[in-house]
Every structure is written in C-alpha cells, then in structure tokens.
C-alpha cells in the first residue's frame, strides 16, 4: 500500500490539510506578520509597478556603459524635472478644477433635474417621458448612489493606504533597490528550484517576466495616450473641468472593460448638465479616442493579444474587487496571467514526463492514437 501513488497522493493532501488545521489554531502568532504584510501591500505594489516600467530605462542606461545605481539615480533626478513641471504648469490649474467641483457638488444634482425636466418640456423627448413621471426622481437618486458609491471607494482606497507618509517614505527606497538589484532575484528564484526542473523553471520566470512587462508598460502608454486625447477633445467642446476628468480617467482605464465605462459616466453627467448636447459630444468625444486606441495604437503597441477572454476577465475584475477591493481590481489580472503562465507550464512538464517513461516501448502507439477516433 505505501507504494501506491494513489495511498501517497491521499497522506500528502491529508498532511496538507492538517498543516492548515494547525495552522487556523495558533493564527495569532501570524497576526504581526499580516500587518507588516498590509502596510507593506500598497507600497510593494506600487514599486513593482513602476520597476517594471522603468527597468528599461535602466538598462539602456547600463548597456552605455553607465553604472546601474548611478543609473536609477539619474532617472530619480530626471522624474524630480517632472514632478517639479507637473508642479509648476499643470497643477494650478487640477487644483482649481478640483476646488470648484468640490464647491458646485452640492449643484450638481439640482443642475441634472432642471436639464430633465427641460427635457420632460420638449415635443421631440416628452413622449419618451410619458407616463412615467418619476423618471426624474429615480435617476436623481441612481446618481445620489453613484455619488455615495465612489465616496464610500474612496474611503477604502484611503483605508488600504493605511498611512500615506508610509507609501511616500518607502516606495523610493524599495524601488531604489528594485532597479538596482532585480536582475539578481531571478538566479536566486532558480537556485530554489530542483536541479532536474532548473532549465522549466527559468522558462517560467521568463513566460511571468516578459508578460508583466508587457502588460504594465503597454497600459501605461495606451492610458496615457488616452488621457492626453480626451483632454484635447474635451478642451474643443469646451467640457467643464476638462483636465480633471481627462486625468481621472486615466487610472480608471486600468481597470479592464469595466473601467471604460466607468471613466465615462462622470464624462456624460459633467456634460449633460451643461447641455444635453455637450453630454452627446462628450460621448463622441470618448467613443473616437477609445476607437482610436482598440484599432490603432493597440495592434502597434500590444503586438500580439494578451489571450484572456473577455468574459475571463470581467469574472476577475468582479472577483479581485469582491475580495480585496480596488487593489484586487487592479491586480486581478496580473495575478491571473501568472497562475496561467504556472499551470500551463506545470502541466507541460507532467505531460512530458508520463511521455518519456515508456517513450521506448510505445513510440508507435502515440503516433496512432493521434489519428481522428
């Protein structure tokens, strides 16, 4: 029986499970680990996030000859250039627009009533309303919610972010050493690997480096580019606090398909409540930049699709936020194309070795059970 790989298979998920079972018993004793892990969350992520963006940078600076740490030093220096710029010529004006917004909230959902029942008053619209005199009402209290809503995720983001001079003191040093010493960490992952396994598992590191990177660098380059469109656009049609949501929206469009739509409704009721037109123009306005990105900028930056179905990914969005709020949203499918990438090649290194093992005996046989059955 102790030879049975199924007897063995069952201990070892028995052990498992009573590893866990223990575990769920002297939980405490983790506790001051998990709120060192949920300090360091927001930061770690963050640092992650901007090593794989600018790890580049990094190493065409060291491919000139020019020392690694001198290196991140001078991409420090060159993003204090830009911070002080963004200080000097963009932030008065985002602070203005974000005082004002703040002042005229409290205007807003009187401002959305006057433009319905002005609405309610023309030939054109009035048969759409008949009948239905509450129209108004409900959708002044859908956007009462939608304003309780992104007050009350605001309130969470901040509650992630548990002490801000936390994120701001350690994410430069944590991504200090990221760009410096990060091509290290991968010898060391492999050295943890068994050494019949070695070769797969720097393939794998390989598979979960090369997708990451492609992923955050090309979404921050499509978001961008996005961003600068729509404000151009909203500036045309004259949008009220157009730099405000042009620069919302950007974080917003990391959030897949979903977060389209979600950087578009602030659009539209900002718009309709200066004129219903303005409202149609500003759909416009993101309908064409969004066209623009999908068919053109993305086929030129992505290269090649990132093979997650688009149904797979609202359920993970959908999960990720479920679970962990707006850093489960955002990491979701991150997290995703990592587990797939392990699974896959996992699944390729069994299937090799069940083939090798009688490869001498059943050669032939392989080759005919591949016909059609």
Known sequence: MLQSKYFRTCLAIIAFLTILYLGSKVIFLFSPLVAI???????????GFMFYLLRPLVNYLESKKLNRALSVLLIYLVFAGLFV???????PTLREQIQNFIDNTPYLVQGLQNQFNQLQNEPAFSRFFQGDTDL?????????????????????????VSSIVVV??????????????????SPILQSLVPRKYRKQGQDILKDI????????VTRVLLNVVLGI?????????GLPYSLLLAVISIPLNFIPYVGSLLAAIPVIIVGFIESPSMAIWSLVIILVAQQIQDNVLSPIIYGKSLDVHPLTTVLLVLVGGDFFGIIGV?????????????????????????????AAETETVVITDNEPQ
């Open 37 to 47: 892990f949920n300090l360091l969350l927001v930061p770690m992520m963050l640092s």
């Open 85 to 91: 710029l963004f200080w000097v010529l963009v932030w």
């Open 136 to 160: 108004t009402t409900r959708l002044t209290g859908y956007l009462n919610d939608a304003i309780a809503w992104v007050t009350n995720s605001m309130s969470n983001l901040i509650s992630v």
């Open 168 to 185: 701001i003191a350690t994410l430069p040093i944590i991504l200090y050493y990221m760009l410096k010493d990060g091509h290290k960490l």
């Open 209 to 216: 480096d090369s997708a990451l990177s492609g992923f955050i």
């Open 229 to 237: 469109m729509l404000y151009i656009g909203f500036l045309l049609i």
């Open 330 to 358: 955002l990491i979701a499918l991150p997290v995703y194309m990592i587990l797939k990438i392990l699974f896959l090649r996992i699944y390729e290194i069994i299937i090799a070795e069940r083939g090798d093992e009688p």
